[in-house]
C-alpha cells in the first residue's frame, strides 16, 4: 500500500531514536538498545546517529559501556531540529516540481502540498524533545 506522505526510514528512526534517548534521562542508550527497540539494523541506525552526533544533538561514547546522550537539555531540541539533521533544511515550495508556475491553468493538487507542509513544519517546529518523552 502506497502512502502520500512519506518520510525517510533515517528521519524516523533519528526522531524515535531521540525520544528514547530523552526518556533515558541522563542515561547512556546504545544503538543496539535502540535497533532493539525500533527494530531496525544496527548499522542504518549507526549511520543515522553519526549525523545526529555531527549535529551536535547527542554526544556519543564508543565502547561496551558506550552509547548516546543529548548534548542539550530536552527542551531546547524540536523535532524540527532532529529532522532537518538528517533531511537539510525543508522548503517552503509547494510544487512538486519545484516550479514557479503550474503547467496547468490550475495547480492538481490546489496547494494542498504547500499547505500539508506547512502543518506539517510547524508541528515538528513547535513539538519538543522534552514532550515527547
Known amino acids: 500500500m502506497s502512502e502520500l506522505v512519506q518520510i525517510s526510514e533515517a528521519a ?8 528514547l534517548i530523552a526518556q533515558a534521562k541522563g542515561g547512556w542508550v546504545s544503538v543496539h538498545e535502540m535497533a532493539k527497540q ?5 548499522n542504518h541506525l549507526a549511520k543515522v546517529m553519526q549525523r545526529l552526533t555531527r549535529a551536535n544533538l547527542v554526544n556519543s561514547v564508543r565502547g561496551p559501556k558506550g552509547g548516546f546522550l543529548l548534548a542539550q537539555d530536552a527542551s531546547k531540541i524540536f523535532l524540527l531540529d532532529i529532522y532537518e539533521a538528517i533531511e537539510g533544511k525543508v522548503g517552503n515550495g509547494s510544487c512538486p516540481f519545484h516550479k514557479e508556475s503550474c503547467l496547468f491553468q490550475m ?7 504547500g499547505k500539508t ?14 514532550s515527547m518523552a
Open 117 to 130: 507542509t506547512a502543518e506539517l513544519v510547524k508541528h515538528l517546529a513547535s513539538t519538543s524533545l522534552e
Open 12 to 19: 524516523l528512526l533519528a526522531l524515535h531514536s531521540m525520544v
Open 38 to 42: 525500533t527494530g531496525a539494523s544496527e
Open 107 to 113: 495547480c492538481i493538487f490546489h496547494g494542498l502540498i
